[in-house]
């Protein structure tokens, strides 16, 4: 007895529960073999295997040779063929197999165990000398490419020259002569290229390829397809060993892949390819054009029958849609791997209820089984196909979704057009880290160089926004701030529209589908609704967003932000001239003209959310924000003409210096803003009331709930809150005032706040945890600074696991927000408690935020759909 660790596993000895070990490949074929489906016999060497080649810089130890052998001899008993014998030999398959599957990236090699004196024992004992030779040359070129690392084309240019030679169209219509002549040429171009012969010795020819796959682990493509699918880099492969069996010995032989249900519209039928007279790697290179299942069923009944049944019972036995690889030999079927098939959030979410309704899986598996990705697929707008398109370029598609915005050249000018409330695209040669802050800004982004893996495309995607990328058809001309596509000059401002999910790029704002809610999901949120105990509120600051949230089942307001409110260019005048206002009743007189612009806004959404609560937040940025760039003001000085105008800029940049602060974050600003001014926050506070009376008497069911930002005292709040009474009294009807009229509450944001929460809570009805600020504030890191620039080295350096403005931080954020909770409820059991920040849409923050017993979430109008399965999925 061996005292080493078992290192290789019989395919009767493992099970599907071994993926870590034997990989997925492995432990399925494993598990298909032991539930007596057709699968050719053969061995897997384990993960682990392979973790201690790299280990032992990439040597195979003579203990897993033994036991390799000792395996192959096993597998030599089985067949009742040997390695290397020239009568009857037995060739094998050596295909790598990870733990998470990753589809074509690590390398496979067929028909092993074939030389020149083999190859005639094969022909003879199956009286097929073509097929012999057919095999030869797959193996010799699959070796070559994987084991010799000469590059495919190579290969492919003599083949395509052998065929247009012998005047053969397909590879079926070469002769064996054929397939001789092209093993010679094979054999010395490999000499030419490696200086050696193509290996004879059998044993040999086992144990190079077995290190070859174990060093595919590190090749080129699957490191970047571990990076996209965050798949560690140390898990290694396994490798399967396997008879072979042959799709390619004539006609009544083929090979295929097939879906037990079609993976793009979910349907419960078989979807998939196969060849006549082929080996596996046939259907996947193009080589010919396969036939579709379909086909099968006419060509081979009885085949198909039985793929028909094989596909059935995996289907059950996993419990989810299988991509299965078969072979038939000689009329015989085999299975030669399984596994859960990919498949579009469509699909996903069809098959997910189909297989309840089937009672294979249960209601809270379908829910599990959805991911926010799939609702960001199906959720995304997409363009209206009916209109006609001004096309300017196609570039890759990187990011699904459609976008339209105007065009800005530069992050800086992005996040600040954003910010002045413009809906932009990004448009960079390529972007870096740098322009982060600029890519959050954007509805979409445009880049003419990099592939789908740039950093366009990568950090897009992550923040689930359009992106088209290596759009080599613009030029972009940075200097001039402008975008050419042939006869299209796209100057910066201009309106265009991205198509992720195709790469087109439109002049002009092209009309968007809205996200379509099909029927499955419907059900899948009803269920969800059932089980969830977390409200979901959205974050909504128009009657637009209101009801396009209402319509995805928000259940209420979080958080609507009154300053959007003020950006267009007739308010944002009688705003300035608020602020330039040096008296009081001049300020007065702004704010008067400001009173029914705000009033009619929130009619307009107490209207949407007729019976809902609306979560109002006060004017909360610094008052500067809403004031030009000192930089612009000095241009226009210099460019002015009449006295009086210069006047006024010469005021209005005195100003701007005045109201200048080192930190504004940290700055004048919020409830500060209230207080010192309390004549802006009472102007909303009157809008609000006044909203309220006219929608009330109109029939509408009113819901306000005043919230008050960044709070840090309970003196601040008091005193605010007596300003909001005062006004309700003043404002409402008898019947409408008290604590069922209105609740007044505050943004929990200064960590003072969520630490002295018992003292706030006596003056709060609600608490609503504003967690980018609180984030920012609690870690101390700026978050208009922090991304792009340190932050990103830390994530890269894993200082930290997650970037704690996505992702909250439950150890330290968190642990404020449930003291915070604790201790406002003791103050005030009845007390209301939510989150509103970025973090409301983030599947892990949403688990947290139903651990800790908060009432709502609140997150963007399109992730409320994903919030409810987050929420359902939260307390399963
Ligand atoms: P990949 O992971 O790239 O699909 P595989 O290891 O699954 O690589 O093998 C590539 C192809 O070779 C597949 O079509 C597979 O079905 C086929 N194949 C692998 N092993 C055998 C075998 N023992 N007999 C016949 N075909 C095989
Ligand atoms: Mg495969
Ligand atoms: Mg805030």
Avoid at 779 to 789: F, I, Q, T
Wanted: aromatic share 6%; hydrophobic share 40%.
């Amino acid at each position: 007895q061996s005292t080493q660790p078992k290192m290789v596993y019989g395919l009767t000895e493992g099970n599907a529960s071994m993926k870590a070990l034997l990989g997925g490949k492995g432990a399925n074929l494993a598990e298909m073999t032991r539930s007596g489906l057709p699968v050719p016999q053969g061995f897997t060497i384990t993960t682990e295997a392979c973790r201690a080649f790299f280990r032992s810089g990439n040597r195979i130890e003579d203990e897993l040779l033994a036991q390799i052998q000792s395996a192959l001899h096993k597998l030599e008993e089985e067949t009742g063929q040997q390695l290397g014998d020239s009568e009857s030999p037995l060739l094998v398959s050596v295909r790598s197999g990870s733990v998470t599957s990753m589809p074509g990236m690590m390398d496979t090699i067929l028909n092993l165990g074939l030389n020149d004196d083999t190859v005639l024992g094969l022909a003879a004992s199956t009286g097929n000398e073509r097929f012999a030779y057919d095999c030869y040359r797959r193996l010799i070129q699959m070796f070559g490419n994987v084991v010799l690392g000469i590059e495919s084309y190579h290969f492919e240019h003599q083949l395509h020259r052998l065929k247009k030679n012998a005047g053969a169209e397909l590879d079926q219509d070469v002769t064996a002569e054929g397939w001789k002549n092209l093993i010679a040429s094979y054999k010395s171009c490999i000499k030419l290229k490696t200086g050696r012969d193509f290996p004879q010795q059998v044993h040999e020819q086992l144990k190079l390829a077995v290190e070859a796959v174990f060093k595919s682990w590190n090749n080129n493509r699957a490191r970047i397809y571990r990076n996209i699918h965050h798949i560690p880099h140390d898990q290694g492969t396994a490798v399967n060993v396997q008879r072979m069996v042959f799709g390619n010995k004539g006609d009544d032989c083929g090979t295929g892949v097939v879906f037990t249900r079609n993976p793009s519209t979910g349907d419960n039928e078989l979807f998939g390819e196969y060849l006549v007279n082929a080996q596996g790697e046939d259907v996947v290179a193009g080589v010919r054009t396969p036939h579709s299942i379909a086909a099968l069923k006419l060509a081979m009944p009885v085949i198909y029958e039985q793929l028909a049944q094989v596909c059935k019972r995996l289907e059950r036995h996993y419990k989810d849609m299988q991509d299965i690889e078969f072979t038939v030999e000689s009329g015989k079927l085999f299975v030669l791997q399984t596994r859960t098939g990919k498949r579009n959030a469509q699909a996903a979410l069809k098959l997910a209820v189909d297989f309840v309704k089937e009672g294979l899986i249960s209601r809270e598996d379908a829910l599990q089984r959805i991911e926010p990705s799939h609702l960001d697929q199906l959720l995304h707008r997409r363009i209206d196909e009916s209109k006609v398109l001004d096309l300017l370029a196609v570039g890759l598609p990187a990011s699904p979704g459609a976008a339209i915005g105007v065009a800005v050249f530069d992050a800086d000018s992005a996040a600040e057009w954003k910010r002045s409330g413009r809906q932009v695209i990004l448009i960079r040669p390529e972007t870096t880290p740098e322009d982060i802050h600029g890519l959050l800004a954007s509805e979409g982004v445009l880049t003419s160089r990099g592939g789908m893996t740039s950093h366009a495309a990568v950090v897009a995607r992550g923040m689930g926004k359009p992106c088209v990328c290596g759009c080599e058809g613009v030029h972009i001309d940075l200097e001039a701030r402008r975008m050419i596509a042939g006869e299209n000059v796209i100057e910066e401002g201009d309106w265009i529209t991205l198509d992720g999910a195709s790469g087109r790029v439109i002049k002009g704002a092209v009309p968007l589908r809205e996200a379509a809610v099909t029927a499955e999901l419907l059900q899948m949120l009803e269920w969800a609704d059932d089980i969830r105990k977390l409200g979901v509120y959205a974050n909504a600051d128009n009657p637009e967003d209101a009801e396009t949230a209402r319509s995805f089942g928000a259940e209420g307001i979080g958080l609507c932000r009154t300053e959007h409110m003020f950006f267009a260019p007739v308010r944002l005048a009688a705003m300035q001239r608020m602020i330039m206002a040096d008296a009081k009743d001049e300020r007065q007189s702004a704010l008067d003209e400001l009173l029914p612009m705000q009033q009619s806004d929130f009619e307009g959404i107490f209207q949407a959310m007729d019976g809902l609560p609306v979560t109002i937040r006060l004017l909360d940025p610094p008052l500067h924000e809403f004031l030009p760039k000192i930089n612009e003001l000095q241009r226009k000085l210099e460019n002015a003409f009449r006295t009086e105008e210069k006047i006024q800029l010469a005021q209005m940049i005195r100003k701007v210096q005045t109201l200048h602060e080192s930190n504004p974050m940290l700055g004048w600003r919020g409830c500060r803003l209230g207080i010192v001014y309390p004549e802006i926050y009472a102007m909303q506070i009157e809008a609000i009331f006044k909203a309220a009376s006219a929608c009330m008497d109109r029939g509408i069911s009113v819901h306000s709930e005043i919230m008050i930002p960044l709070i840090g005292h309970a003196s601040e709040l008091m005193r605010l809150r007596e300003l909001v009474d005062r006004i309700a009294e003043q404002v409402l009807r008898a019947d409408r005032k008290g604590a069922s009229g209105y609740k007044v509450g505050t943004m929990i944001e200064v960590p003072r706040a969520a630490l002295t929460a018992r003292q706030i809570a006596n003056h709060a009805d609600f608490f609503s945890f504003g967690t980018n600020d609180l984030t920012q504030m609690t870690l101390g890191y700026s978050r208009d600074d922090a991304e792009g620039k340190f932050l990103t080295h830390y994530l890269e350096h894993k200082v930290l696991a997650h970037n704690p403005f996505q992702a909250l931080d439950t150890e330290g954020v968190g642990q404020l927000i449930e003291m915070a909770v604790t201790a406002g409820r003791s103050a005030k059991p009845s007390l209301k408690t939510g989150i509103c920040g970025e973090h409301g849409g983030d599947k892990a923050s949403i688990a947290f935020c139903h651990e800790i017993g908060l009432d709502y979430v609140s997150c963007s109008p399109y992730r409320v759909p994903m919030a409810r399965i987050a929420a359902a999925q939260a307390a399963i």
